[in-house]
């Protein structure tokens, strides 16, 4: 069974620095997800990490891939407020025999304050 | 640009109550899937559906769901006899097919209330 686990849960930053956020999953993928939620909102696509290996960039964040780890990182490059949201990881449970149901994580509360 | 629509935004229901969520997919999309989230928790897969028939469900998808696609447009999950635990957001999602690249788009959500 794909288990998806995140850490940290919750993360309080100052504008302007920098941390990662991390992903790991429990069984073979190479397609993993991440989205953004704002409180009582939809999911919104971040990116889209197909291939051991895989970097993306878009602003301040990027997210990498590496599938022999099973690993996944999402790193925020000088904070700024607009970032204050929640973060998941998904994983594409296609690997398991599924129809590319995700898996998600708990998802990382980031609050950037200034 | 083409996106996921789900109706109503918010369903307030009396427990033991039937209730039918809607969502209209991307309309060239294939598969589709139903997801929930218990506020403040993670989102869960529930069921996913590709050529009129269902083809994953999790456990949480007991009998008391259901999910249809009535005409060539909607996408709908029945809960039978909503209980308590039931309040939820729930999300529907479609995908245009699962080989590369794919990527599953997100509606807004149906948060439902059961008291």
């Known amino acids: 069974e794909l288990k998806v686990e995140q850490n940290p849960l919750f993360l309080s930053m100052q504008e302007g620095k920098n941390y990662t956020i991390y992903c790991n999953y429990s069984?073979?993928?190479?397609?993993l997800y991440w989205y953004r939620q704002d409180p009582g909102k939809s999911l919104e696509s971040l990116f889209v990490?197909?291939?051991?290996?895989a970097v993306k960039q878009e602003g301040r964040l990027m997210a990498s891939l590496d599938t022999k780890a099973r690993l996944s990182t999402l790193h925020i490059t000088a904070a700024v407020h607009d970032l204050s949201a929640t973060y998941f990881c998904a994983v594409d449970d296609h690997y398991g025999g599924s129809q590319g149901n995700l898996i998600f994580g708990k998802g990382t509360k980031l609050s950037v304050k200034p | 640009e083409p996106e996921v629509t789900q109706t109503p935004s918010h369903q307030v229901t009396q427990m033991g109550q039937e209730v039918i969520l809607r969502c209209v997919p991307i309309s060239n999309h294939l598969y589709f899937y139903w997801y929930r989230q218990i506020l403040g928790q993670k989102v869960e897969f529930l069921v996913s559906?590709?050529?009129?028939?269902?083809?994953?469900k999790s456990e949480i998808f007991d009998d008391q769901f259901s999910v249809e696609r009535p005409d060539g447009s909607n996408f709908t999950l029945k809960i039978r006899s909503t209980k308590l635990e039931d309040s939820a957001m729930y999300f529907c999602a479609s995908r245009s097919w699962v080989t590369f690249p794919s990527e599953q788009y997100f509606g807004p959500g149906t948060r439902l209330t059961v008291t």
């Open positions: 069984t073979t993928s190479d397609r």
């Open positions: 559906f590709y050529n009129n028939e269902i083809s994953e």
């Open positions: 990490l197909l291939s051991n290996g």
